[in-house]
């Protein structure tokens, strides 16, 4: 496991104001009760109880859903970070959403992902993980065996790297009240509303139409979608 020191903490400080200081301090009423993963309020603290252990079910492999070994999922991480890799351009026009779109194997996506699940949808077949704040580099550098996952140098001590966190915007989401002109409290999501920096990976299950002779196909897809930014 790697002791990866943030870099991003460290050089933001020094270039960029919005994403490098720490995060402001928030109020209690804030924090109290929210996720620490998707940033979701509750009403209390049975509510946010109740919240993680459904989470935790989410990462319990079905029946039936074998497991690869350990070589194939760690040659498959490999594989993961050579494409986000493709998209850390080097010119500032490339910059912004990315998105990773290609075929995989649902035991493979848990191979990968188990324990980081945080959403499942079983109308959809829709597994999500989230990865956001000051601490999500170092945590992804962890789980892909790889410092380097989500930043690309170039020449002239320029590099491009996947954004997570922007102290900016977590500030300005925790000073918003959790209640409304007349006191009634408002279910809060922060990761949507005020569209924090993260790393999404999704897996769902595909089928095709049917054709002429209602014949169909499936198959499971992953996608990665994050924000690039050069410095």
Not at 18 to 25: A, G, Q, R, V
Not at 26 to 35: D, G, I, V, Y
Not at 85 to 105: A, D, E, N, R, V
Not at 163 to 171: C, G, I, M, Q, Y
Request: charged letters at 20%; a positive charge; proline letters at 4%.
């Amino acid at each position: 496991m790697y002791t990866f020191v943030n870099f991003f903490s460290q050089s933001f400080y020094q270039t960029n104001s919005t994403l490098t200081p720490p995060p402001s301090p928030t109020t209690a009423s804030t924090l109290q009760h929210e996720c620490n993963i998707c940033k979701t309020s509750f009403k209390s603290q049975s509510g946010l109880t109740r919240h993680n252990t459904i989470v935790q079910k989410y990462n319990t492999r079905r029946e039936g859903l074998y497991e690869l070994p350990l070589e194939a999922i760690k040659e498959f991480k490999a594989q993961l970070v050579h494409i986000i890799q493709g998209k850390l351009k080097g010119h500032f026009s490339q910059s912004g959403k990315q998105t990773i779109y290609l075929p995989c194997l649902e035991s493979l996506f848990f191979g990968v992902f188990e324990g980081y699940i945080h959403y499942y949808s079983v109308r959809t077949g829709s597994y999500k993980c989230y990865f956001q704040g000051p601490d999500a580099y170092t945590q992804i550098a962890n789980l892909f065996d790889n410092p380097n996952w989500g930043r690309k140098f170039f020449d002239n001590n320029q590099q491009t790297f996947v954004v997570l966190f922007d102290a900016l915007a977590e500030s300005d989401a925790n000073q918003e009240s959790l209640f409304n002109q007349v006191g009634n409290w408002i279910p809060k999501n922060r990761l949507k509303r005020f569209n924090l920096p993260k790393l999404t990976v999704e897996w769902k299950y595909k089928k095709s139409r049917e054709d002429a002779k209602k014949n169909r196909t499936s198959a499971g897809y992953i996608s990665l979608r994050f924000c690039a930014q050069q410095i």
